[in-house]
């Protein structure tokens, strides 16, 4: 349980390990679900929240940032984390690197990770956002 002067939060792992199984029931076979953890897990703890996610079979997270998808990497999670936000050309490599899924909402973002794979002769792993 979480405290402050005006208000607490708390988290029932139990519930969170229902609630998955719950809404991984309403897949069709094949499909995955990514557990979103980003902003520390809304408060509770993104690391923690993914490990328990991973227990229930949990295999994709999606994270606000590449920090945030640094975080979980170093705690261990190995699954795929897709970053929702934009990364900035100081951490493309890293994202690359590790094999993070970057969120691309228009071409020149998506040519200019295009190039940095490229230059660093690794595939780069996107998930395309298209408004229509």
Not at 17 to 44: A, D, H, Q, S, T
Not at 79 to 87: K, W
């Amino acid at each position: 349980m979480m405290e402050n002067p005006r208000g607490y939060l708390e988290i029932s792992v139990d519930r969170l390990k229902e609630n998955y199984r719950c809404l991984k029931e309403f897949l069709p076979e094949g499909n995955r679900m990514i557990c979103i953890v980003k902003c520390n897990g809304y408060g509770c703890d993104a690391v923690k929240e993914a490990n328990v996610l991973r227990q229930c079979g949990a295999d994709f997270f999606g994270v606000a940032c590449e920090s945030e998808a640094q975080e979980l990497y170093q705690a261990g999670i190995k699954e795929d984390i897709l970053i929702l936000g934009h990364t900035l050309g100081n951490q493309r490599e890293e994202l690359i690197r590790k094999g993070f899924i970057q969120t691309v909402g228009d071409l020149d973002y998506g040519r200019t990770l295009a190039d940095y794979a490229r230059d660093l002769g690794i595939p780069v792993r996107v998930h395309l956002k298209i408004d229509t």
